[in-house]
């Protein structure tokens, strides 16, 4: 196939924040999950725990707690106000102030009644109603902030965690019926209040507290009495959850789990006995839910984890694997392919840099002289406090765009001798935020798929940016459209909304053209091939479909493939691929990557059956000329560059990837709780 | 050690009409360290190669004219110089077959010798005294030759040396029955002039010779009286004024007093090896009567003989020592034997003792005893205080003490017990220790010879002294050990178990049967060092104690305490493992073990002698050392710091060689059947640990050859190939 330049680039300093909570919908299968910056994310646990939808965080917005009521997700934090969130916009729809100081906590039961705890002692119970949340009645206020609470199933107790003890309320007369001192730390100081991170109140009224003095403990919630301590650590135990078991994080980064079973064989009577110990973080675990089949954990460490219960799995399955998710299913890089200008997406700023140069030649394997150096053209801050959700960068490098849930900005870029960079003023009105913003490849139109599932496309030029048409499918339903891609020859736009629906519009009439057949997986990337004007989408559960715009339906290749089925490896990788795109040179050649490794698709060659070795690099390298041909097929699998954020293909065949070693991450989180190691 | 190898006859000697004169009238080197030069005392210089035994060249002067000094090499020019006749100088290279052809320079004056040294010209001194280069010489033969010495004064012995690319000659005298040595130097021209101390008995030194270590020139004289003496030569001393009545006095240090057996010494000579060993001929072995037809060498920092050969035949009382070699002329033979002075390890420990006295040439050294070095304990018994060479020197009672000793050694032929008890104590407790060395041989010789006459004469306290005067070794007095055996003085076994560096395997081998043989109740009521017994009682206790030290768990403690006892457990439920609690032999029995344990032997040689052992003793014998292993294994081998205990290294040897003399008898036996398996469960631990030592050095290796991934950077531009 070839040799290619790579520009291995690693000055993308990325850097996730912790996750601080996390909550599962049993009905739809989502997760939601908020991180400190005060971003919420949405993965779908059905289509391979895809990252469905980001809202972006905002300054002094932090979350302490997020609870779903049916599909609606409501959170609350330190800031003292309930927010519910708009998931198809992707942006909060209003917040409610529940005037109790900050909010640790919040949840809700079957009913559909929210209860917060707030920082002044007051438990206040709030009543979702259809267009909003409305404020019912306080239970009794107590001395000393609220820090958990759960609800008995039944809905008429509630338990809280409060600093050292435990308080069980009846909903019904709103007094505290229960008082369960919480002893403080044995070994530590005696005068640090024992703060009960979690409690779990369990329909036969057993209440699992833990707390900062490293207990785990059972409680009997009839008499308010103390069945058994575990002590599992030295440090705070800070997350519990519950389902069948429970199960408790703690501050080294351990998951511990509880099960309530006989501790004996012969013996009948069951108890909650410690079962298992996970260890799959380094830092804290700050938020914990169990799914059923696994648990998903998260913490200081950024990366979410799903750990399967292999007793919950017959037979080997992407679901009984283990799964640690570190990077966004999205892209936050742009590439000019034309002014070799990589543009950085950060929540709070954007990077404008150049890529080096080398005029050497080498062999494979040969890292290159470099003529010039990579160099940060710009560095650009967003205004308002909003975090930047998406940014684009036109392939000549001439403009740039970027979007926050308040406002879209678009900057004319002067990059060849003095950079400079001016504000496009008078933006349309109708341009207020976008989830996704593309620029056509001549630069001359930007489309932001925006609000009520539309795309607005926007023509630029020299003097002036104008309205040109708001693309819409036929059907009402308002869904939140995630990628966009646009032909090279301008004439085609695909959009994938969150319905797993792709639709592809003609630009020079501005119409709909057709809509790809449905398929039951989110499109993680899609690429529109600059010649044949065949649409590629990978899909979450990594199935390839290639459909012919021009014809409305899948190309021979793609039947092909399907009819033959993708090989197993290829079926099972852990990542979803998250950008596509082509070789202008070679037609037959489709570019993309994922997580751990990129892959260039070369139609012109035999598919892989589940019999041929699927990542044959090392052997084909080994061959000789003559051999190789009988050995080559399609995917070309390349794994030299890990942990990758983005990889294009620039107008001179040359690649760029941009690596952002989950090492590096690691060693710009703070110190974990120090722990004794052998020889150490 | 020094070993003395097998020799060779390079050649057969002529006679000559007086029967006791060498044929030989020097040896000198070639440029080939391979190759000797020798000069016979008529008319013939022979070039051999020594390896060869062969000869590969002959050069003799025509009948009527002789040689009057040994032929040289002259290393610079490649040629060969001789005297003739004693003013006729002739010069030769190898290829001239004929002497006479030869050429010839007569001088003016008597030549004593040409010298020649490897670096530099061959120097000419003359029977007066003169000393000149022999290219000066020879550019005017008969320029006239001052006189240096007076009429009477005749010289000796000559040598020279070049020490930093200077000459320097030197040369005894007699002059009055006085000796002066000589220190000449050239270019320029210094003359020092020492008198050599007077010897007791007047007589003149019996050989001087010089060497040169570390850039100094050590001269090694001896005398009729077995004493052998050094000194170093200033070389860049002050120039003394000849003229001065009184030559100053070398200094000397005595290096050794041999044992001279019956009358004086005649021929003899010594030369020095290196710094720490002499070679002696024509003086009488210690042990081997009174012929005094050995080769022997003698170690001078322990004063311990090191390795002795007789010599067929009359020895002239000549040796030459080059690289390597010694030559001896005897009997009617020049044999070559080859020596090995291996450095003992308490002289590198001690750093070449000579080093350390570089700044001052005649710097006192410190010879500690054995026993402080190799022990670090104190010595006991009579203290022998560190002393150095110079107090020897200073020390002006030897003849009186020569006397009392000689009175003692009467006294030991026919005195009773009590009295030579006494006597010998008295003698020996008069602290004039450095000067009983050979004495303290000398008596316990006559007290043993004694005492295997008469059976009812047995002196323990006296021998013990002797001993612990720590100047008696085995091979000094070789019968007092199994005297002390045979007497069942096991104090006295312990003793020269521990002092004597020189036991032979099968003396050792002897002790070890007495005492696994030897009743518990016999032993225990002996009194022996107390050191080695309460290091045993130690051990013992550790047992009792439960091994409840540095808080160890007695979980943790079993776990420890050997891995050969799981298995066992696994797989029988009840083997009869050698209880750890239980030493297989008595207390003092075991001390003695240990003291066995502790002498050094070699393998080989032990290992035939081993097989005297029956099987009964081997068990016992077995039990006691795994005994002795499981407890050091247990107690992580917290060894009493200043106690003499054996090591594990030499426990284990001997579980070996004990294993290889009798592992046909021990597999025989039905009562070692559970001793060897549980020894077989030792080295299975053994060879597991250390095949995971094994695999952790691998593995170590492993990462030490793995490269440091390479630093990306932040940016790089790289080239990859796909297909």
Redesign the interface.
């Known amino acids: 196939?070839?040799?290619?330049?790579?520009?291995?680039?690693?000055?993308f300093e990325y850097m996730p924040t912790a996750i601080r909570a996390m909550s599962f919908n049993a009905h739809t299968e989502r997760l939601a999950l908020a991180r400190v910056d005060g971003s919420v994310e949405v993965f779908n646990f059905a289509d391979r725990y895809f990252q469905e939808k980001v809202i972006p965080g905002k300054d002094a917005h932090s979350i302490e707690a997020l609870c779903w009521v049916g599909g609606r997700l409501f959170s609350a934090g330190l800031h003292g106000e309930i927010t519910e969130y708009d998931l198809e916009n992707l942006r909060p729809k209003y917040s409610l102030e529940a005037y109790g100081g900050p909010i640790w906590t919040i949840i809700s039961n079957p009913q559909g009644t929210h209860v917060i705890g707030c920082e002044d002692g007051t438990v206040k119970l709030f009543e979702v109603l259809a267009e909003g949340v409305q404020f019912e009645r306080n239970l009794d206020r107590q001395k000393g902030r609220i820090i958990s609470l759960s609800w008995h199933p039944s809905g008429t107790r509630i338990a809280a965690g409060m600093m050292d003890m435990i308080r069980v309320f009846d909903v019904l007369t709103g007094h505290a019926i229960q008082r369960l001192l919480v002893d403080r730390s044995v070994g530590g100081c005696k005068s640090r209040e024992t703060v009960v991170w979690t409690v779990v109140f369990l329909s036969d009224h057993t209440i699992f507290s833990s707390d900062s003095a490293g207990k785990v403990q059972v409680w009997d919630g009839h008499t308010g009495t103390l069945v058994k301590t575990h002590q599992l650590t030295k440090w705070d135990v800070l997350a519990l959850s519950d389902e069948s078991s429970v199960v408790a994080g703690t501050s080294e980064g351990t998951v511990v789990q509880f099960q309530f079973i006989a501790p004996n064989l012969q013996q009948q009577e069951k108890e909650w006995v410690r079962t298992r110990t996970f260890k799959n973080h380094t830092h804290d675990v700050r938020a914990l839910v169990e799914i059923g089949t696994a648990i998903v954990s998260g913490g200081m460490d950024t990366q979410l984890v799903v750990r399967p219960l292999l007793e919950k799995f017959e037979e080997k399955c992407f679901a009984s694997g283990l799964r640690r998710i570190h990077f966004p299913h999205r892209n936050l890089v742009s590439c000019a392919q034309k002014a070799r200008l990589l543009l950085l997406q950060f929540p709070g700023q954007l990077e404008l840099w150049r890529l080096?140069e080398?005029d050497g030649?080498?062999?494979?394997?040969?890292?290159?002289p470099?003529k010039t150096?990579?160099e940060k053209l710009l560095y650009l801050k967003r205004k308002g406090k909003d975090h930047i959700c998406c940014s684009a960068l036109s392939s000549c490098g001439g403009w740039l765009a970027y979007s926050t849930v308040s406002s879209v900005r678009l900057y004319r870029l002067q990059t060849d001798n003095n950079i400079s960079i001016t504000k496009v003023p008078k933006l349309p009105k109708v341009l207020r935020s976008a989830h996704q913003l593309c620029f056509s490849s001549e630069s001359s139109y930007l489309f932001a798929a925006s609000s009520q599932s539309s795309v607005l496309v926007i023509s630029l030029n020299q003097s002036e940016c104008k309205y040109v048409h708001t693309l819409k499918p036929k059907s009402g339903m308002w869904i939140l459209i995630y990628r966009l891609c646009v032909a090279v020859d301008g004439k085609w736009l695909a959009t994938a909304n969150s319905d797993c629906e792709v639709h592809v519009y003609n630009l020079q009439k501005l119409e709909l053209h057709c809509m790809v057949p449905m398929y039951s997986s989110c499109p993680s990337a899609m690429g529109i091939h600059p010649t044949t004007n065949n649409l590629t989408m990978v899909h979450a559960d990594q199935q390839i479909f290639e459909f012919s715009i021009a014809e409305k339906q899948y190309t021979v290749w793609s039947r092909k493939l399907q009819m033959q089925g993708l090989h197993n490896l290829w079926l099972n990788r852990d990542t979803p691929v998250t950008h596509v795109t082509f070789n202008p040179k070679n037609p037959d050649q489709i570019l993309l990557h994922d997580m751990y490794m990129f892959c260039?698709i070369d139609q012109s060659l035999p598919l892989p059956d589940q019999k041929t070795q699927f990542y044959?690099?090392m052997t084909?390298?080994s061959l000789s000329e003559q051999e190789?041909p009988s050995h080559?097929h399609a995917f070309?699998v390349?794994k030299?560059f890990q942990d990758l954020m983005c990889m294009r293909l620039l107008d001179d065949q040359?690649l760029v990837v941009v690596e952002r070693p989950l090492m590096a991450i690691n060693s710009q989180l703070p110190a974990p709780v120090r722990q004794k190691k052998f020889a150490t | 050690m020094a070993t003395l190898y097998e020799g060779f006859t390079l050649c057969g000697l002529l006679q000559t009409q007086n029967v006791s004169d060498s044929a030989i009238q020097g040896i000198e080197l070639d440029g080939d360290s391979d190759h000797v030069v020798v000069t016979d005392t008529t008319r013939s210089v022979t070039l051999y190669k020594v390896s060869d035994q062969k000869p590969l060249g002959n050069w003799t002067v025509k009948q009527g004219q002789s040689l009057t000094c040994p032929a040289v090499y002259n290393n610079q020019t490649k040629e060969y110089v001789v005297v003739s006749d004693k003013r006729v100088i002739r010069v030769w290279r190898n290829e001239d077959l004929n002497l006479d052809k030869a050429f010839k320079a007569t001088v003016s004056a008597d030549v004593w010798r040409v010298h020649s040294a490897l670096e530099g010209e061959p120097v000419v001194l003359f029977n007066r005294g003169a000393v000149r280069l022999l290219d000066a010489l020879l550019s005017a033969p008969q320029q006239t030759i001052e006189n240096v010495l007076s009429e009477e004064e005749i010289i000796r012995w000559s040598t020279n040396f070049v020490v930093e690319k200077q000459h320097f000659v030197l040369f005894t005298t007699e002059q009055k029955k006085m000796h002066f040595l000589y220190v000449q130097r050239l270019n320029p021209n210094t003359l020092h002039k020492y008198r050599l101390e007077r010897e007791d008995s007047g007589a003149p030194p019996l050989s001087v010779s010089a060497s040169l270590w570390d850039k100094r020139i050590n001269l090694l004289y001896m005398y009729p009286n077995g004493c052998v003496y050094q000194s170093a030569v200033a070389v860049w001393g002050q120039a003394a004024a000849l003229e001065d009545e009184e030559a100053p006095a070398l200094p000397r240090t005595l290096l050794l007093r041999l044992p001279v057996g019956e009358g004086e010494l005649g021929a003899a000579s010594a030369v020095a090896l290196d710094e720490a060993h002499v070679a002696v001929v024509g003086v009488p072995h210690p042990s081997a009567g009174t012929g005094k037809d050995f080769l022997c060498v003698w170690n001078t920092n322990f004063q311990t003989l090191q390795a002795g050969k007789e010599m067929a035949g009359r020895i002239y009382g000549q040796v030459w020592c080059y690289s390597g070699k010694l030559l001896v002329p005897h009997g009617k033979a020049l044999s070559v034997i080859p020596y090995d002075c291996q450095k003992s390890s308490l002289a590198s420990a001690l750093g070449k003792l000579w080093k350390c006295g570089k700044e001052e040439p005649r710097s006192s050294v410190a010879v500690p005893s054995w026993n402080s070095l190799l022990y670090e304990e104190q010595p006991q018994g009579p203290a022998r205080a560190v002393e150095t060479r110079r107090s020897k020197l200073s020390r002006k009672s030897q003849s009186v003490l020569a006397l009392t000793v000689d009175q003692v050694l009467e006294l030991i032929k026919t005195g009773p017990v009590e009295e030579v008890q006494r006597e010998v104590e008295a003698l020996v407790s008069r602290g004039d220790a450095q000067d009983l060395q050979t004495s303290v041989g000398q008596l316990a010789c006559q007290l043993v010879g004694r005492s295997q006459a008469e059976s009812a004469f047995y002196t323990p306290g006296a021998l013990a002294q002797l001993v612990h005067t720590q100047y008696l070794c085995h091979s000094v007095c070789p019968d007092l050990l199994l005297l002390a055996l045979e007497h069942k003085d096991y104090f006295l076994c312990q003793l020269c178990l521990q002092l004597f560096p020189d036991i032979p395997e099968v003396v050792t081998c002897a002790c070890l049967r007495a005492f696994i043989s030897v009743l518990d109740g016999d032993v225990e009521m002996v009194s022996l060092e107390p050191d080695s017994v309460s290091f045993m009682e130690g051990l013992v206790a550790a047992g009792a104690r439960g091994g409840q030290q540095n808080g160890f768990s007695p979980a943790l403690y079993d776990e420890d305490s050997c891995d050969a006892h799981h298995q066992p457990r696994l797989h029988q439920d009840k083997t009869p493992a050698v209880q750890l609690e239980a030493c297989p032999v008595g207390l003092h029995k075991a001390v003695l073990l240990n003291e066995v344990l502790q002498t050094p032997y070699s393998d080989s040689l032990l290992l035939p002698h081993l097989k005297d052992l029956n099987s009964q003793q081997v068990i016992l014998f077995l039990q006691y050392l795994q005994f002795l292993y499981l407890k050091y294994s247990q107690d992580a081998y917290t060894q009493m710091p200043g106690l003499r205990s054996p090591t594990m290294t030499q426990i284990i040897d001997w579980v070996c060689l004990v294993l290889d003399a009798h592992f046909m008898v021990l597999v025989m036996a039905p009562d070692a059947k559970g001793l060897l398996k549980n020894l077989h469960f030792f080295v299975k631990s053994q060879v597991r640990l250390f095949s995971e030592l094994g695999k952790i050095e691998d593995s170590f290796k492993e990462l030490h050859r793995m490269k440091p991934s390479k630093d990306i950077g932040q940016y790089s531009i790289e080239v990859i190939e796909l297909f």
């Open positions: 196939m070839g040799e290619f330049k790579v520009h291995r680039v690693r000055f080096g080398s030649h080498g062999k494979p394997g040969d890292i290159l470099l150096k990579p260039i044959n690099q084909l390298r190789r080559l070309k390349c030299s040359s």
